[in-house]
């Protein structure tokens, strides 16, 4: 979430996300309709907004969950560029 995504959310929105990812951390593994699976390692937070969707993804690493791209979700799917930024910075992370 190096673009500052969280600019773009009002304070009542960043509670939602914050509070849907403590849930996560909390009670990992977890699934739907919080958390669902994209495949290739990675997990989306689902946080449902007051008038749009928010989409965490992130993946388990180390014992812990490393959230890796936040976007507002458009179409049905995860789009194939929010994923592949994800995947990205997954693999520059397991570098360092």
Same mark, same amino acid.
């Given at each position: ?5 969280? @600019? ?17 951390? +909390?009670?990992?593994?977890?699934g739907r309709p919080l958390v669902d699976g994209l495949g290739d390692g990675l997990s989306e937070v689902r946080s449902g907004l007051p008038?749009?969707?928010? +989409? ?31 995947? +990205? +910075?997954?693999?520059?992370? @397991?570098?360092?």
């Amino acid at each position: 979430m190096r673009e500052f995504f969280h @600019k773009e959310l009002s304070l009542e929105e960043k509670k939602i996300v914050g509070d849907d990812i403590q849930t996560v951390q +909390r009670c990992w593994p977890i699934g739907r309709p919080l958390v669902d699976g994209l495949g290739d390692g990675l997990s989306e937070v689902r946080s449902g907004l007051p008038n749009r969707i928010c +989409r965490t993804i992130f993946a388990p690493f180390d014992g812990k969950l490393l959230l890796l791209h936040a976007f507002i979700k458009k179409t049905q799917k995860c789009p194939p560029q929010e994923k592949a930024l994800a995947l +990205r +910075r997954l693999r520059d992370h @397991k570098k360092s």
